[in-house]
């Protein structure tokens, strides 16, 4: 009998096991896509411009390791597909291996024939081999910058004056409001234009669970009642969050904390960073059911307009108001703007927040390594594609922007190099190089392992 019930008790464990499981195989998979896709584009990049210029591409690889899948182009090109998802590089003619070290017995047998010498990565000129590597960042730039564009053309800009589109039912709420409505006023508070003072818009609206809207409805001014216009509604989940560790889900409604009843989102602000970072006990609303989670805020730090950061207690939530603005279709040349602003403003956040890390002034926790963005990018997956599209984005911007850092066996090390060559009228001392290249090497793994650390510890 004993046998017999510890053989259905492993049994059980198992099958308690496998959402555990296949959510790791998720985040996994959604990990090894975000990450191809850049490494694509960024070696992409490579390829193509070099190609331009006319160098020869003896190897673009997926992947690093066991080669899994490849076949030879009409070039002379080999693309294949390895079995280590972590990368990928193209290997030009004259390369010795995948960081672009010189393969000294191939250049010294092209130096004899000045077409071949041409075709290769370290006899090409100084322009073009600068351009093919400057391509791969710049590659992840312009990929992000589209991304973001095409997201502001498909979400387009909100309509001016405020109008009522899709309505959030809160427990409880009146809900008289109607999509289409242009709304006035708020609780007596006239409504701001869009690029009006809304922080003060909303300090002044009454603090009670219900107010009147005064709005525009088919041509006439009428007044109506509804929910709060900033509730307790959670919109959306920051991944790696205190709310996404304590089980919060878009669409719940956080009604009390601690057991003080609450209904608007600065009432929930004053109660996270006024707790000091002790445990709070959260009831929520979910699809109609009660439910008590409890959650810890976080020290988090956050940029601030003048390039700074402070720190603020944050769970991690972005809050709704009452209705989704309707929104109006945005025009090329806004959205264009707009996506190659969001690129920029993740350039400059970044570079901000390493130099901030650097000099102590913020938690280096904030560096994430493998296992943090496997996450992110399982959270995000989960979220739809809309969020995962942006994430890769994100990591597009950033993946391009750290291959600039002048770091030798980077991209920026590599034009470092050519910037000597430009000055100096000869290229640096190839043993110079070779050191110079391991000590690139070793900085950027003793960065992974760091950065691995701060995935396990914090």
């Not at 896509?33 to 850049?38: E, G, R, T, Y």
């Not at 490849?70 to 070039?75: A, E, P």
């Not at 081999?129 to 589209?146: D, E, H, K, Q």
Request: proline share 5%; hydrophobic share 45%; net charge negative.
């Amino acid at each position: 009998m004993w046998p017999q019930l510890r053989t259905q008790g492993n049994v059980l464990d198992l099958v308690s096991l496998l959402p555990q499981f296949g959510g790791l195989l998720y985040t996994i998979a959604s990990f090894v896509i975000a990450l191809s896709v850049i490494v694509a584009v960024h070696e992409y990049g490579h390829y193509i411009v070099g190609r331009w210029s006319g160098i020869h591409a003896e190897v673009f690889s997926l992947g690093f390791g066991p080669v899994l899948w490849s076949r030879h182009d009409k070039r002379g090109t080999r693309w294949q597909i390895a079995l280590l998802p972590f990368g990928g590089y193209v290997k030009f003619l004259g390369d010795a291996d995948a960081a672009s070290g010189k393969d000294v017995d191939a250049m010294a047998a092209a130096e004899a024939d000045p077409a071949a010498l041409r075709r290769t990565m370290h006899g090409a000129p100084l322009w073009a081999r600068a351009a093919t590597v400057l391509a791969g960042p710049m590659f992840n730039f312009v990929m992000s910058a589209i991304v973001f564009t095409a997201l502001a053309l498909s979400v387009g800009a909100v309509r001016d004056p405020l109008t009522v589109g899709t309505i959030i039912e809160l427990p409880g709420a009146a809900g008289e409001l109607r999509p289409g409505d242009e709304v006035i006023e708020v609780g007596g508070v006239a409504v701001p234009a869009l690029d009006g003072d809304w922080s003060a818009f909303r300090a002044q609206l009454p603090q009670t669970p219900q107010l009147d809207y005064l709005v525009l409805r088919d041509g006439q001014e009428i007044l109506v009642s509804d929910g709060y216009y900033s509730p307790t509604y959670v919109q959306q989940i920051a991944p790696r969050s205190a709310a996404s560790t304590a089980g919060l889900r878009s669409g719940d409604f956080i009604t009390a904390v601690d057991g003080a009843p609450i209904f608007t989102f600065d009432q929930l602000k004053e109660k996270v960073e006024g707790g000091g970072g002790r445990e709070l006990m959260l009831d929520v609303s979910r699809d109609g059911n009660a439910m008590t989670l409890a959650l810890t805020p976080r020290q988090v730090d956050e940029p601030q307009p003048d390039g700074s950061f402070a720190q603020h207690w944050r769970i991690g939530i972005v809050g709704g108001s009452l209705f989704e603005p309707a929104t109006e279709a945005l025009g090329l040349g806004e959205a264009v703007v707009t996506g190659t602003t969001q690129v920029w403003r993740v350039v400059s956040t970044s570079i901000s927040g390493l130099t901030h890390m650097i000099t102590g002034e913020i938690d280096s926790c904030n560096l994430s390594g493998p296992i943090g963005i496997a996450q992110v990018s399982g959270e995000t997956a989960s979220q739809g594609a809309s969020s995962f599209i942006r994430f890769i984005a994100f990591l597009s911007t950033a993946v391009g922007l750290l291959n600039l850092f002048p770091i030798p066996a980077l991209d920026g090390g590599h034009l470092v190099f050519y910037a000597y060559e430009a000055v100096a009228g000869r290229p640096p001392n190839e043993r110079a190089v070779q050191i110079l290249m391991t000590v690139g090497i070793a900085m950027i793994l003793s960065l992974m392992v760091f950065a691995l650390f701060n995935d396990v510890v914090c």
